[in-house]
Every structure is written in C-alpha cells, then in structure tokens.
C-alpha cells in the first residue's frame, strides 16, 4: 500500500481536476454514441474480396450464379480477415498495463465508484479478484489490479447474453470497438477513485 503525507495527496486532488460529475457528463458524451470506428479503414477489404471473388467465379464458370457465389465467398473471406485483426489488437490491448497514480485495493474502488458513480450503458460488478465494468449488456471488460506496479489490466469479451444472441460465436469486432470506447472512461474512473480513496486516508 503506498502511504501519502497530506500535501502529497492534496496535490493530486488539485492535479485531477474532473470530479465524478464531470466524468458523469463525460460519460454521457462519449458512451452513449456512436465514435469512430477503428476498424473501419479495414471495411475496405469487403470491395477488395466481393470483387475479387465474383470475377474469379465469373470467369472460372462464365455465368451470373458463379459471380454471386464467389461475392458471397469473398464476403466471408472479408469478414475473417478482419476479425483476425479485430483479435489481434484486442490481444494487444488485454496484455497491456495501464498505470494509476496511486493504489486502492479492488473492494475499497467498487465500494467508491459504488457510492459515486451511475451511468445506464456502464454497470460495475465486484468478483473474488477482479472487477467487471458491463458495457451495454453487449460486452464485459474484467480489470485485473496489481498492487506493486501500481496499474491494472483490462480482459474483454462479449456477455454471455450477446454471444447467446450470436449463437454461442464471439465477435471481435464488437469487443475491440467496444473496448477502445470504454477504456478511457473505466481509466479515468480508477484514477479519480484511487485518488479521492487515498485522500480519506
């Protein structure tokens, strides 16, 4: 646990200027809509293969079903393709370490954020070791703490409710594109969390 005299910890509080309320509104404009994409310069892929599949198919059979058969293959092809690299970064992002200014142990930030936080599109569960933010009832990113560094991780897959949805299949798309709305918020949240809990200490 990492001790701070007062002058320490006020210093944080002034260097933190957004309160909860602020990241309430904050919430408000980045959850509840649609940003941009960050697989969307991939989408291009769809053109790439339809097209390439239709006029292999067209040319291998010389007739209009071969082109539509092979547009529907490409389509596939596409699709694969990017939710390999969807996969890819989502890896990418649950491997990484994303530090916090000072620590507060799982319970102590779930009873905070508890207390002072609410948003419809963003509900916070507590579990045995780990905490888990459910982004509109479509995705869960765990948060896993850790106390020597002073950062935490965040895992993140489809609810269990979507993917039943899907039909037992998890989209990484989905995840990822979720997963790079939330994570600044749910950082924010813990750093304004373990900054005001350390505060009361």
């Given at each position: ?8 910890k006020d210093s944080l509080i002034e260097t933190n200027t957004n309160t909860i309320m602020d990241i ?174 350390n505060k009361k200490k």
């Open positions: 646990m990492v001790n701070l005299n007062s002058s320490s309430e509104q904050k919430l408000l404009d980045t959850l509840s809509i649609d940003p941009p994409d960050p697989l969307a310069k991939y989408k291009k892929l769809y053109v790439i293969f339809i097209l390439f599949g239709a006029i292999t198919m067209f040319v291998a059979t010389f007739t209009p079903f071969g082109a539509i058969f092979g547009a529907f293959i490409g389509f596939g092809l596409a699709w694969f393709v990017i939710q390999g690299i969807a996969l890819i970064r989502l890896l990418r992002l649950n491997f990484t370490n994303h530090m916090l200014p000072v620590y507060a142990n799982q319970d102590e930030i779930f009873k905070y954020l508890s207390e002072h936080f609410s948003h419809p599109d963003l509900q916070i569960d507590n579990g045995l070791l780990s905490m888990k933010f459910i982004f509109k009832n479509k995705t869960e990113h765990i948060i896993f703490l850790n106390e020597e560094k002073k950062t935490f991780s965040m895992s993140s897959r489809m609810t269990k409710k979507a993917r039943f949805k899907r039909g037992g299949k998890e989209n990484s798309a989905i995840v990822y594109r979720n997963a790079m709305q939330v994570l600044p918020v749910i950082q924010r949240l813990l750093e304004n969390a373990t900054i005001s809990i």
